[in-house]
C-alpha cells in the first residue's frame, strides 16, 4: 500500500457533487442551446497557447496569473480567457472563414490568483461574439445583446437588467474638457460610482485635478437616468466623439425595438465603464434586479480590432461572456438554483426478467427519455432507494405479477401515483 | 505595431476550421446524448491535478508524457486521462456518492508524446464507468457493452465488432503452465498476434523460452474463433483462474444476450489482450470491420480495484473510453465521415423589415430551430451566397413583395424548391 495520497479538490479548482454536477451541467447547456439556436458554431481551440500569444495585449497582472508549463520548447501556457484565442484563430484562418463569423465557446480558462468565494483559477466562461471583415453593423451589438436577454430569460433566475452605455460619450465629453489623457483614472473612479456616491466620487475626482465644474458635468453623465437618449441630447456636448457615441446609442435603441429585446431588460447607463482596454463603442453589464450585491453576471461590448498584434488587417467584432463557474456560485448561494435535482435518469426499470426489463427500457430510450435498469436480484425497497436518490420520475415495475400478464406497474415518483399498463403499449 | 505573432495552431492540439469543427461537435454529441440515455451523470473533474495523483499509479513513459506547471505550491500537472481523476473523485466523495456510481466524462487530456498523424497532445477522451461499493455483478459489464454498441450504431460509421477477452482465461493457462513470471512478455507478443501471425509469434514466444507446446496451447486460446466458448471447454484446463475465467465469460455471454445487445456487434476474441495494467477479468477491443487498419477504437474492461494507492476500501468497476480526437481524424481520413456539412444555422431569415424578420426568426427558433437573421442592406445574391457557406437548409424570404401581402417565400436549399406561406402560419 502506498502511502496515502491527497484526494481532496485544489483550492480553487472547482469540483461538484452529482446534484450540484447536474444542476452546473443543465445552465451550460442552456447557455449553449441559447447560443446555437441564433445560429453561432461552436468553436473549440486548445487550453493551450504560446505565451507570447496570450502576452501580446496582456497587462502586468495577467501575466502574473498566467499557468506557464514547464520545460517545453513550445512556451505554452494555460489561456486565461477565450477573446485572445479567437483573436489568434481569425488571424490564423480569416481566409477560410466566412463572415460574418459568429461563434460560441463555452469552455474552461486559468488565472492563477489568490481563490477566494467564487473566485475559481479554473472556470467556466461562457462566450459568444460577432466578427466582421472591414464593417460590423451596429444591428449586430443588438443581436448579441438579445442572444444574451434570451439566456437570462432562459435561465429564469429572476429579473434582470442589461445596463448599456457607449465609450465614445465619456470620451467624447472629457475630450471637450482637455482630460483624455487622465481617463483610465477617470474611468476607474467612475466604476466605483455605485458603491460609493457621487460625492466620494467627486472627491477622488477632485485628488486627481479635476476642477468642480469639469467633475460635475462627468457625474452628471454618469448619473443620467430615466430618459437617458433624451438626457444626453440636453447636455449638449458638441464634441465629434461625443456626437457619434449618441448616433449608435440611439441607432442601437431603435434596432433592440426592432430586434423584440423587451424593454425591461435593458437600460442605458453611462455609469458602466468596462476595465477592459479593447471595448471602443458599446459596453454593458448586466445585473440581477433583485440581487445587485451579486455585481455583473455578464459582459460585453464592441471592439473595433481584436486582432491588433496578430494581424495587419481589421476585424471589428461584439461579444458577450458570461462567468458561467461564479455565476453558479452566486445562484447557489443567493438560493436562485432550482430546487428540483435534475434526475440522474428519468426512468428506472426494476424488472425480475432482465430481457423483458431491458427491452421496455430501449422502447423509452427510443422517445427520448434517460433510463436506468435494475435487474439484480436485491431487495425492491433498495432498488426504489435508487430511484429517490436518482431523483427518478417514474419507475417502471415488473415483478412475477406483471410479467405474467404482461403488464408493467407505472409509477409517479412525485406524486406517488401507480397505474398498470400493458406491457405492448411500449415494446 | 508589435511584431508578428506566431498564430498557427501548436503541433498536436487540434483546431478545426467550423465545418469540420461542427462534425466533430455532432460526434460528441451523439456519445454524450447516447451515454446520457442510459443513466450516466457527466462527471466533470479539473484538467489540472496535483502531480502525485497522476503519478501514483503511472509508469514511467507516463511520467515522460506529463505536462507539470512551472513554479505552483499545489505541484500541478495537466491530466494523461480520465480513470485517474475518477479514481480520485470516488476515493474522496465515496461517503456522499450513490453507488452503483455511473459516471461519463467527455473531455480533453494531455500527453506530451511526439505528435504524428492522428496522434495528438490534446485530445478528447470519452469515458463510461459503472462503480460499485463491495460487488459489482458481471451484468454491469453487459451494460458497458450496450452503451458502446450503442453508441457506434448512432454514429452509422459502418458495421463493428466489439472483440471480448477475460484476462483470467490467459492468466490462467500460463499459471498452468508455469509461465506466470512471464506475463507481460507474452501478452505483449500476443498483442502482435493479427499483424504477424502465429509463426512469427511462436518464434517470438520461443525467444523467450516458451517451449513449443506451451506456446502451441497459448497460440491455440489466442486463436480460437468460430464457437469460442465451445472450443474453451474443450480445451479442458483445470486451472481455478481459468476456470472462474470462463465462467464469467459464459454469463457475460448471457447478459449481452439478455440486454439485447446484437450478435453482430460483439464476438469472443482471447487474442484480445489489452496493455493497460488495471483490468483484471472483461477486456475489449472494438475494431471496424470494413477498416480493420484503423486498430481499436474504443477498448475497456473491467477492474477490481481501481482506487488503490487513494483509498483502503476496494471500489471494483467497469469502464470503457473512446479516443474521439483520434477517432475523428481517423474517420475523416478513411472517408467514413457524413458528407453533409453540419449546418451552421438551420434556417436563415432575409428580411427589408428588421423587425419582421426577427419576430419570424422567433417564432422558427421556439420551433427549435437554430435561425441567423440577415436585414442589412446588402445584395440578395450576397446573403444566398451566406446560406450557402452556413449549409442552412431552409431560406425564409421577406421581400417588399411578400411583407405587403403578408407573406414568406420558403426556399429548400437543397431541392431549390420555393413556395409562398402566409405569415400568420409563422408570427
Redesign the interface.
Known amino acids: 500500500?502506498?502511502k496515502?495520497?491527497?484526494?481532496?479538490?485544489?483550492?480553487g479548482?472547482?469540483?461538484?457533487?452529482?446534484a450540484d454536477?447536474?444542476l452546473?451541467?443543465q445552465l451550460k447547456q442552456t447557455v449553449t442551446a441559447t447560443y446555437?439556436?441564433?445560429?453561432?458554431?461552436?468553436?473549440?481551440?486548445?487550453?493551450?497557447?504560446?505565451r507570447?500569444?496570450l502576452l501580446?495585449k496582456a497587462g502586468g497582472e495577467t501575466e502574473h496569473q498566467l499557468?506557464?508549463?514547464?520545460?517545453?520548447s513550445?512556451n505554452?501556457a494555460l489561456r486565461f480567457d477565450l477573446t485572445v484565442p479567437l483573436a489568434?484563430?481569425i488571424?490564423?484562418?480569416s481566409g477560410?472563414?466566412?463572415f460574418p463569423f459568429?461563434?460560441y465557446q463555452v469552455a474552461?480558462v486559468y488565472r492563477?490568483e489568490r481563490p477566494q468565494k467564487g473566485r475559481y483559477r479554473?472556470f467556466y466562461q461562457a462566450d459568444i461574439d460577432i466578427i466582421a471583415e472591414g464593417v460590423l453593423?451596429l444591428?449586430a451589438e443588438a443581436?448579441i445583446i438579445?442572444v444574451i436577454a434570451t439566456v437570462f430569460e432562459k435561465l429564469a433566475i429572476g429579473s434582470f437588467t442589461i445596463k448599456i452605455s457607449n465609450r465614445k460619450l465619456l470620451s467624447g465629453l472629457l475630450a471637450s474638457l482637455d482630460l483624455s489623457a487622465a481617463a483610465t483614472e477617470i474611468l476607474r473612479i467612475l466604476d466605483k460610482l455605485p458603491k460609493i456616491g457621487a460625492e466620494s466620487c467627486q472627491a477622488e475626482l477632485k485628488k486627481l485635478g479635476v476642477d468642480s465644474l469639469a467633475s460635475s458635468q462627468i457625474l452628471a453623465l454618469a448619473s443620467l437616468n430615466g430618459d437617458v437618449l433624451a438626457g444626453l441630447e440636453e447636455l449638449d456636448i458638441k464634441h465629434p466623439d461625443f456626437v457619434v457615441g449618441l448616433g449608435e446609442l440611439q441607432e442601437l435603441a431603435q434596432?433592440l425595438?426592432?430586434?423584440?429585446v423587451p424593454a425591461a431588460n435593458y437600460s442605458f447607463d453611462l455609469s458602466i465603464a468596462r476595465g477592459l482596454d479593447y471595448y471602443t463603442g458599446t459596453v454593458w453589464e448586466t445585473f440581477l434586479d433583485d440581487y445587485p450585491e451579486l455585481g455583473s453576471i455578464c459582459s460585453g461590448g464592441r471592439y473595433e480590432n481584436l486582432v491588433?498584434?496578430?494581424?495587419?488587417r481589421a476585424f471589428p467584432g461584439v461579444g458577450a461572456s458570461i462567468g458561467l463557474s461564479r455565476l453558479f456560485y452566486q445562484l447557489k448561494t443567493a438560493g436562485l438554483l432550482p430546487e428540483i435535482t435534475p434526475p440522474?435518469?428519468?426512468a428506472?426499470v426494476i424488472s425480475d426478467d432482465?430481457?423483458r426489463g431491458?427491452?421496455l427500457a430501449?422502447s423509452l430510450?427510443r422517445r427520448?427519455?434517460?433510463?436506468?435498469?435494475a435487474?439484480?436480484s436485491e431487495k425492491l425497497k433498495k432498488k426504489l432507494a435508487?430511484a429517490n436518490?436518482?431523483s427518478v420520475k417514474t419507475v417502471y415495475l415488473l415483478g412475477e405479477e406483471e410479467l405474467a400478464a404482461e403488464e408493467v406497474s407505472v409509477k409517479d415518483m412525485v406524486s406517488g401515483e401507480q397505474k398498470r399498463q400493458a406491457l405492448s403499449e411500449f415494446i
Chains 1, 2 share one sequence.
Open positions: 500500500m502506498n496515502k495520497i491527497k484526494t481532496s479538490a485544489v483550492s479548482f472547482p469540483e461538484y457533487l452529482p454536477q447536474l452546473l451541467d446555437r439556436s441564433f445560429g453561432f458554431i461552436p468553436l473549440d481551440t486548445p487550453v493551450l497557447e504560446r507570447e500569444v501580446a499557468y506557464f508549463l514547464e520545460n517545453n513550445d505554452l489568434r484563430y488571424s490564423e484562418y477560410a472563414l466566412t459568429k461563434r474552461k492563477g479554473e453593423p444591428s443581436e438579445k434596432c425595438s426592432d430586434y423584440g491588433a498584434g496578430f494581424s495587419n440522474v435518469a428519468e428506472l432482465r430481457q431491458e427491452q430501449d430510450r427520448g427519455l434517460s433510463v436506468a435498469g435487474y439484480e435508487l436518490h436518482w
